[in-house]
């Protein structure tokens, strides 16, 4: 029988000694360098703007900033946060995004696991008419005379209720509990346990990154929230971090630079505002980046478990 190349131990063509074609390995080098460029191009914005908030005042007017920190100064923290202002916003932001996320999870695992139930007999019904919302609505006017009319206007509850329920997040969870193996709640239920109790104690356990990542997803939401706050919060002492990030980027309220600043000259304050700007966003994104690394092993997992099925 004649010998083929594989048996003469010759590579066959188009092949390396290392195992993989040229054209392969031009691939892989091709996709390293657009991700290595994707993330400097996404990661140098956020090192510059860290960079110039822990420069000093001079280096800053002299653009001497393009990487790393330049005459390493806390002068622009110690400014930002010694502004009793922000830490009020601060502790309102806290308490919508603790709050609202005890309570958005809360209302979607009631809403996904009655609908991830087969013998619910309203169940086709349910998920039609709550996808349905993903592509109607009555809109922004209608929605501000509902939240006036019920009293929510100016107060705490208007960055919760009206968002409790994520259609898309009930969507994932719903499929992450129809994965769950069946014979796991009829052994349970022959045992006596009831509809709560299989919820709350087999598919909410079960379930566990599904609802992490959720988690996530509407903390960030309300950490981010500005639009609702901007409609339906006047009262400043109950604006979130936000609001008070917009003035200090945006607008530039010159009263919220002065007192930051306190008497300084023209120069030194157009210096400061940006500084104070960029201090800002860090401190405001701080608490994100300290919660992420510890719900970022749910994220493959969870992400998985919602949305493919069978």
Known sequence: MEKTWANRGEPAVGRTRGGGSWADKSYTALVYLITILAVCVTLYPFLYVVSVSFSSVDAINRKLVTLFPVDFSLSGYKMVLQYPELWRAYYNTIWYTVVGTA???????????????????????????????????????????????????????????PVLVSTFNVMILRSAFENLPEEIFESAAMDGARDFTLMARMAVPLAKPTIAVLALYYAVWHWNDFFNALLYLGRQELQ????????????????????????????????????????????????????????QKYFVKGITLGAVKG
């Open 103 to 161: 309570a958005n999870l809360l209302a979607t695992c009631l809403a996904a696991y009655p609908l991830s139930r087969r013998r619910f007999f309203l169940r086709r019904k349910l998920n039609f008419f709550i996808a349905f919302t993903m592509y109607f609505s009555g809109g922004l006017i209608p929605l501000y005379i509902v939240i006036t009319d019920l009293g929510l206007y100016n107060t705490r509850w208007v960055m919760v209720l």
């Open 240 to 295: 979130p971090l936000q609001i008070f990030l917009r003035r200090v980027l945006i607008m530039a309220s010159p009263e919220v630079m002065q007192k930051m600043g306190g008497q300084t000259e023209a120069a030194s304050l157009a210096v400061s505002t940006l500084q104070v700007r960029y201090v800002t966003v860090v401190v405001s994104i701080v608490p994100i980046i300290m919660v992420y690394p510890f719900i």
